[in-house]
T-cell receptor, first 115, second 112 residues
Framework: GAGVSQSPSNKVTEKGKDVELRCDPI?????LYWYRQSLGQGLEFLIY????????KSGLPSDRFSAERTGGSVSTLTIQRTQQEDSAVYLC?????????????FGSGTQLSVL | GDSVTQMEGPVTLSEEAFLTINCTYT??????LFWYVQYPGEGLQLLLK?????DKGSNKGFEATYRKETTSFHLEKGSVQVSDSAVYFC???????????FGKGTTLSVSS
């Protein structure tokens, strides 16, 4: 596609429910990143994929968070048993994944609200 | 570990004022440095970058110089416009195959 696509754009859920957030990166981009943006907290790294592998998942805040990537393309971030502190904007980005000088292309994010 | 520290905002300026947003970093190797910008209602986008010491990145009138001796990458613009109102993020990339590390962001508000 033309850019990084995320869905849904907004998600309201009840505490304790599971949610799935989807990211469709730019075609041909091997690197995919998930970040979380909260008020006053800036951009918090969650997980990084190179192809279908996740060499760095050090930012996942708890075992309620998991992510997968299939076919070197679409990625899904799953949050189980959501808590109110999970409310944030979840951002996905992709890049060619070849050098440290590369530009990241960001999606518009999923605004998650846990009631 | 590697990290980025940038000045806290909000920064409030009048149109045509001079802007500096400070950014310092900690890194063990030779990272690449970036400034990303998030305009209201829009996604994050790259503003400028520098890949080695003494490099100057520039775009849209903004500049930042990679200073290894002071581990800094301060963002400057000589004359800000209302349209520059946004959140600015300093970031570093430690090496290929690792995720970008971001600062907490600085909100800039420019009034006419």
């Amino acid at each position: 596609g033309a850019g990084v696509s995320q869905s849904p754009s907004n998600k309201v859920t009840e505490k304790g429910k599971d949610v799935e957030l989807r990211c469709d990166p730019i075609s041909g981009h091997t690197a995919l990143y998930w970040y979380r943006q909260s008020l006053g907290q800036g951009l918090e790294f969650l997980i990084y994929f190179q192809g279908n592998s996740a060499p760095d998942k050090s930012g996942l805040p708890s075992d309620r968070f998991s992510a997968e990537r299939t076919g070197g393309s679409v990625s899904t971030l799953t949050i189980q048993r959501t808590q109110q502190e999970d409310s944030a904007v979840y951002l996905c980005a992709s890049s060619l994944g070849q050098t440290k000088n590369e530009k990241l292309f960001f999606g518009s994010g999923t605004q998650l609200s846990v009631l | 570990g590697d990290s980025v520290t940038q000045m806290e905002g909000p920064v409030t300026l009048s149109e045509e004022a001079f802007l500096t947003i400070n950014c310092t970093y900690t890194a063990t190797g030779y990272p690449s440095l970036f400034w990303y910008v998030q305009y209201p209602g829009e996604g994050l986008q790259l503003l400028l970058k520098a890949t080695k010491a003494d490099d100057k990145g520039s775009n849209k009138g903004f500049e930042a110089t990679y200073r290894k001796e002071t581990t800094s990458f301060h963002l400057e613009k000589g004359s800000v416009q209302v349209s520059d109102s946004a959140v600015y993020f300093c970031a570093l990339s430690p090496q290929a195959g690792t995720a970008l590390i971001f600062g907490k962001g600085t909100t800039l508000s420019v009034s006419s």
